[in-house]
T-cell receptor
């Protein structure tokens, strides 16, 4: 069966510090991968999606970036965090065209 | 372009009462529709989905939804609410896009009163 992992589960970082969030998927090959953010009291915002290694699309301009160094690994990064980067970050995967996405447990990021 | 509208950001019901969460969508192609549930500080879990075929779809935890093309709706229902149903619910639509991206509604927070 397929599983998706995210770490860390929680993170508290000062403004201006770097960020690295990791997501890995097990039990599937060539998945589509996604990063979402949920700010407090708001819905889901798609940040990045990837259909293959080194094939990443950004949905919103921001100080975040994403990389996919391996088929089932997706990393969200920032060189300098802003207060507005606080939120709940969700990674997801899918393999089926027009199929559902499967979500990881999330990372709660607080920028102080 | 696709969009999803969930009427009511907050819905409150009594335990044992009917749950009705509304979802309307717009799509230029035949849609695939989904309902997800999110418990506090957790990821989203798929409740049910409509792809093709039977328009009444049954999901986990006693939930079901009916696809009504003429009304462009996909409302979620449960006959009798349980305290454990308190969570946030998201409706989503997918349709013919590279990368299998979903468009989500803004979410509805369901509160269940004892």
């Amino acid at each position: 069966s397929q599983t998706i992992h995210q770490w860390p589960a929680t993170l508290v970082q000062p403004v201006g510090s770097p960020l690295s969030l990791e997501c890995t998927v097990e039990g599937t090959s060539n998945p589509n991968l996604y990063w979402y953010r949920q700010a407090a009291g708001r819905g889901l915002q798609l940040l990045f999606y990837s259909i293959g290694i080194d094939q990443i699309s950004s949905e919103v301009p921001q100080n975040l970036s994403a990389s996919r160094p391996q088929d089932r690994q997706f990393i969200l990064s920032s060189k300098k965090l802003l207060l507005s980067d606080s939120g709940f970050y969700l990674c997801a995967w899918s393999v089926a065209y027009n199929g559902e996405q499967f979500f990881g447990p999330g990372t709660r990021l607080t920028v102080l | 372009a696709q969009s999803v509208t969930q009427l009511g950001s907050h819905v409150s019901v009594s335990e044992g009462a009917l749950v009705l969460l509304r979802c309307n969508y717009s799509s230029s192609v035949p849609p695939y529709l989904f309902w997800y549930v999110q418990y506090p500080n957790q990821g989203l879990q798929l409740l049910l989905k409509y792809t093709t075929g039977a328009t009444l779809v049954k999901g986990i935890n006693g939930f079901e939804a009916e696809f009504k093309k003429s009304e462009t709706s996909f409302h979620l229902t449960k006959p009798s609410a349980h305290m454990s149903d308190a969570a946030e619910y998201f409706c989503a639509v997918s349709g013919n896009n590279a990368g299998n991206m979903l468009t989500f509604g803004g979410g509805t927070r369901l509160m269940v009163k004892p």
